[in-house]
């Protein structure tokens, strides 16, 4: 039985999710094509609540990403998007540059590695540092080598959505806060997307429900073989007598066995420096505290196979993450390793961030972007870091696969 629709409820392009990918993805709709109708569904009541505002802000250089790899066309891509556009808009960023550090003998040839990946990449001014030369950039870390790398930068990415979608809706675009999606009938020709408070018809459904995708996918994709796993970052600040210890961002180096990068230090905008975040296991979806839990949210994907190997392969990781979770002491020692001077009373809780991390029913983490598709609905079922950096490419890209189904 199809729903009663108003006209005004019409639309060419329904969009699910007002982070910072779907609202960059509707603006670039609106600028290719201004007579579309577009619409866009937020749950809560503003836009980029979770992930896109709870991040740690960075404007990554993809000095990580396979050369080649989606990851890294967008975030060059991307990168320089970013730049032009919060010069034209006027939106704040801080290009301060970022050190990964090697701390032991044994990260010294995945320094090398990391390297030529970057060059690779085209990140032809980034440098090696040797162990003096590590404290002309940060006097106050520690390492045996280093990779400078100056693209890195600090932006707020809420503020940058939130003028995506001033563009947007000045070009005729539509945002519906507290509309939360629960369910999609599919027509032939059109869907209906039905809220809570409305039906909205539309030619095409765009996802990017970040932490929900699957969940959203689900509704108009049977026998889906991935499932978003939330896992919270938890962070610390220093307090502000000991700010001048950070000058810019230092990272670890990265350990290629884990799909995290390790705490790390991040001076922001406003001078505060956060150090974190640490990666556990959340029990609620949006699960931002420790006490947070939903058991339907949780048993959904505990009990879920793909769950049983991710835990199978990287239990030793998560038991040292909610360690360091609970326990300050070993939260500072993660720290030290790139910083000894740094001391516990430093630190002052912070705040969290959930990340939406999607694996497959056999355990394997999605490293790249992904989407599953139909000729009325398209689901962005893994948009992972630096889906915010690149979200003007990403959304580029996602318009352009969109105009070509209506």
């Known amino acids: 039985m199809r729903f009663q629709v108003e006209n005004d409820m019409r639309y060419d392009i329904v969009i699910i999710g007002g982070g910072i990918v779907g609202v960059s993805t509707a603006m670039k709709l609106m600028e290719k094509n201004p007579g579309l109708r577009v619409a866009v569904l937020e749950k809560e009541n503003r836009l980029a609540p979770h992930q896109t505002g709870n991040n740690s802000g960075v404007i ?16 060059q891509s991307g990168y320089r998007q970013m ?17 990964i550090l090697a701390t032991h003998e044994n990260q010294l040839t995945r320094l090398e590695n990391l390297y030529s990946r970057g060059l ?31 693209y890195t930068g600090i932006v707020n990415y809420a503020k940058v959505t939130e003028k995506y979608g001033e563009i947007f809706t000045r070009l005729g675009g539509s945002i519906f806060m507290e509309n939360k999606v629960e369910n999609i009938i599919k ?9 809570q408070k409305a039906t909205y018809e539309a030619k095409l459904v765009i996802n990017t429900s970040g932490l929900y995708a699957d969940k959203i996918a689900a509704l108009n994709w049977k026998n889906l073989k991935v499932k978003i796993l939330p896992f919270r970052g938890e962070y610390y600040i220093l307090k502000p007598e000991r700010q001048y210890l950070v000058c810019g961002l230092i990272y670890p180096m990265p350990d290629p066995a884990f799909p995290v990068l390790g705490v790390h230090f991040t001076k922001k905008l406003d001078g505060t420096v956060e150090a974190g975040p640490n990666a556990v296991l ?25 769950f049983i190997h991710v835990a199978r392969k990287h239990w030793k990781m998560g038991l040292g993450e909610y360690y360091r979770s609970f326990n300050k002491i070993a939260f500072t020692h993660a720290l030290q390793k790139m910083m000894p001077e740094l001391q516990m009373e430093d630190l002052i809780t ?37 889906a915010a950096t690149a979200s003007l490419s990403i959304g580029n890209t996602i318009a352009d696969m969109a105009l070509k189904k209506l």
């Open 282 to 306: 959340a029990f609620k979806r949006e699960g931002y505290k420790k006490s947070d839990f939903s058991w339907k949210e949780f048993s959904d994907f505990v009990f879920w196979k793909g």
């Open 120 to 150: 690779e990449n085209g990140l032809s001014k980034i440098r090696k540092l040797g162990k003096d030369e590590i404290k002309e950039f940060e006097p106050h870390a520690h390492g045996l080598q280093a990779i400078w790398v100056p």
């Open 60 to 75: 990554h250089s993809g000095i990580y990403y396979k050369p080649g790899s989606l990851k890294a066309k967008e975030c």
């Open 83 to 99: 730049l032009e556009f919060c010069d034209r808009e006027n939106v704040p960023y801080d290009l301060c540059g970022k050190i």
């Open 187 to 195: 027509y032939s020709g059109y869907s209906e997307v039905i809220t």
């Open 350 to 386: 912070g705040g969290a961030g959930v990340r939406a991390l999607a694996a497959d029913a056999d355990g394997g983490i999605l490293d790249d972007f992904m989407f599953v598709e139909d000729q009325h609905i398209l689901n962005i079922l893994n948009a992972p870091s630096p």
